[in-house]
């Protein structure tokens, strides 16, 4: 019997060192855990952030090149979808490299620039300065009347 009480104590001492020894593991590897997931939560929003920020800088970067555009003289600023924009950034607030974009832009498409087209082939007359008088029913004939009545029915 007490042969059989000291292995239980034996056994019972080796088991508390193994949980103690357990729970430390446990307790290390939940903060290492903890640390990872924060890190990793801190480098999600650093990227969320520089990506937004890129796509901020961009957009500010295009409504800039549209304004450039137009002073340089751009018909239809859609013409710009063409255009390499790699060379050209915003740095405080200013384009670098517009200039240069737009110089190449007219050699290379001449027709994004100048004066838009104008077709003179339309031979309609411009409408009159007076609008139109609308006839008095006392003033009508009676063949006049009913096609006017029959066209205000109709509408």
């Given amino acids: 019997m007490r042969e059989l009480r000291a292995e239980n ?16 593991f446990a307790a290390t ?30 957009r500010v ?25 790699s060379s050209v950034s915003l740095k405080d607030g200013k384009l670098e490299g517009a200039e ?11 027709y994004l620039f100048g004066q838009p087209a104008t077709n003179s082939s339309n031979t309609q007359k411009p409408p009159s300065v007076v609008p139109p008088q609308a006839k008095k029913v006392s003033e009508m004939s009676p063949e006049e009347y009913a096609a006017a009545k029959a066209s205000a029915l109709k509408a």
Avoid at 11 to 21: D, V
Avoid at 62 to 78: F, I, Q, S
């Fill in 9 to 24: 104590k034996g056994l019972r001492l080796k088991n508390q060192e193994l949980s103690t020894k357990v729970d430390t």
């Fill in 100 to 110: 240069a974009l737009f110089t190449g832009l007219k050699e290379l498409k001449p």
């Fill in 61 to 85: 970067m295009l409504a800039e090149l549209k304004g450039e555009a137009v002073k340089a003289g751009m018909v239809d600023v859609d013409g710009l979808k063409l255009a390499d924009l």
């Fill in 29 to 58: 590897q939940a903060d290492a855990v903890k640390v990872a997931v924060e890190e990793a939560v801190v480098k999600a929003k650093d990227d969320a952030k520089s990506e937004v920020q890129a796509d901020a800088d961009h």
